[in-house]
Nanobody, 124 residues
Framework: QVQLVESGGGLVQAGDSLRLSCAAS????????MGWFRQAPEKEREFVAA????????DYKESVMGRFTISRDNAKNTVYLQMDSLKPEDTAVYYC?????????????????WGQGTQVTISS
């Protein structure tokens, strides 16, 4: 059974940084594209970032480019999201997701497995 467990969320001020982690089990981690999505209250879940199986390619939502960095450690079965220069509009529940596709397809339907989410709140 695939399990994705996020950690690292919290309440910080605008301009601060957070690092999210997602520990994966029950799958051959290096065979999966890994991604982060987020969902703010009363909004649709949206793509934030993804990284290919070998970490050679990444993709980002335009509004987080230059502020967020996705990375992965296949030896630790973990994917990370470093979030810098955080803004109040980044406030959301952040979800880790795994995709068995061969390339990054930045839509919710392309990802097969999901974590439970971690809350990120940015105060102004």
């Amino acid at each position: 059974q695939v399990q994705l467990v996020e950690s690292g969320g919290g309440l910080v001020q605008a301009g601060d940084s957070l690092r999210l982690s997602c520990a994966a089990s029950g799958l051959t981690f290096s065979n999966y594209v890994m991604g982060w999505f987020r969902q703010a209250p009363e909004k649709e879940r949206e793509f934030v970032a993804a990284v290919t199986k070998n970490a050679r390619r990444t993709d980002y939502k335009e509004s987080v480019m230059g502020r967020f960095t996705i990375s992965r450690d296949n030896a630790k079965n973990t994917v990370y999201l470093q979030m810098d220069s955080l803004k109040p509009e980044d406030t959301a529940v952040y979800y880790c997701a795994a995709s068995s596709r061969s390339v990054i397809i930045p839509i919710r339907g392309a990802f097969d497995s999901w974590g439970q989410g971690t809350q990120v709140t940015i105060s102004s």
